[in-house]
């Protein structure tokens, strides 16, 4: 079905994998979204599963009548998840249940947008992760009890989001060193490959200069208030304790490229 035009139904509303699996696009034509509604269609990368084959579709063209153009073939449905919807789900998971969470998750989200000079076309990207890099603690998913891998896992199985995202949410704030403590290291690392520094470097940044109200702070702070919290024989101390010295460098060094930017800037 080449070229066909479709409007989003009340049920597909929420979740554009719905309303993918409820189309059958064949051939190699685009197909046109008759949408308005942010959440299941704009700006999103994903796949119309024909009977014959699956096509992997890119949103394109402004306005009301939204373009979706085949790029490649793909198994997979995967979603780009843009910093509002990340906003979304973190909400929905987090505000009610765990509202200190969401204070906090709020506060490293407004981090992230203040390093969007920094990050370019990426900015967008961090400020997603920096929305969900706790919705691991949110019950209906705390399944392991180690957050980053759960929150990554539900992004990945669940929201079908995009590798990257997943890969940030997975390996936030030395998530490596409490895994280990939990013995959970092996599923970390062959499930999620680690993000590119830059990027990590710039979540760890948010997440450690934000305490759990979503205030600023500093790095040094952050890590004596986790201390506190959690008393030295807890798994996330003692792993904070092992990677205090990595995290404290990996939140100046974003902190001195912000510097830097500013300085050229002016």
């Not at 942010?38 to 009548?65: D, E, K, N, Q, Y």
């Not at 929201?159 to 280990?180: F, I, K, T, W, Y």
């Not at 013995?183 to 710039?202: R, S, V, Y």
Request: proline share 6%.
């Amino acid at each position: 079905m080449t070229g066909q035009s479709f409007a989003c139904s009340a049920a597909a509303r929420g979740s554009f994998a719905k309303l993918c699996a409820a189309l059958a696009v064949d051939g190699d034509g685009p197909a046109v979204l008759l949408c308005g509604h942010t959440r299941c269609c704009p700006r999103r990368i994903g796949c119309f599963a024909g009977p014959s084959t699956t096509r992997c579709v890119r949103l394109s063209g402004p306005g009301p009548r939204r373009t979706w153009d085949v790029i490649t073939a793909t198994p997979t449905f995967v979603e780009v998840i843009r910093a509002e919807d990340a906003a979304g789900i973190a909400r929905e998971l987090l505000a009610d249940a765990l509202p200190r969470r969401w204070a906090h998750s709020e506060g490293v989200a407004a981090r992230a947008r203040s390093l969007a000079s920094v990050l370019g076309d990426r900015a967008e990207l961090l400020e997603a992760a920096a929305w969900l890099h706790d919705i691991g603690y949110a019950p209906p998913i705390a399944h392991s009890g180690f957050h980053p891998l759960d929150g990554a896992r539900y992004l990945r199985d669940v929201e079908r989001a995009n590798d990257m995202l997943c890969r940030l949410v997975a390996h936030h704030s030395g998530a490596s060193a409490e895994a280990e403590e939990r013995g959970l290291l092996a599923e970390l690392e062959t499930e999620f490959a680690m993000p590119p520094d830059e990027l990590i470097e710039a979540l760890v940044y948010c997440d450690m200069t934000t305490d759990p109200d979503g205030k600023p702070t500093t790095v040094e702070a952050r890590l004596a208030e986790v201390g506190q919290r959690y008393g030295p024989d807890h798994a996330v101390m003692r792993a904070i304790t092992r990677s205090t010295s990595n995290l404290i460098d990996m939140t100046r060094a974003t902190a001195r490229r912000l510097e830097r930017f500013s300085r050229d800037e002016g």
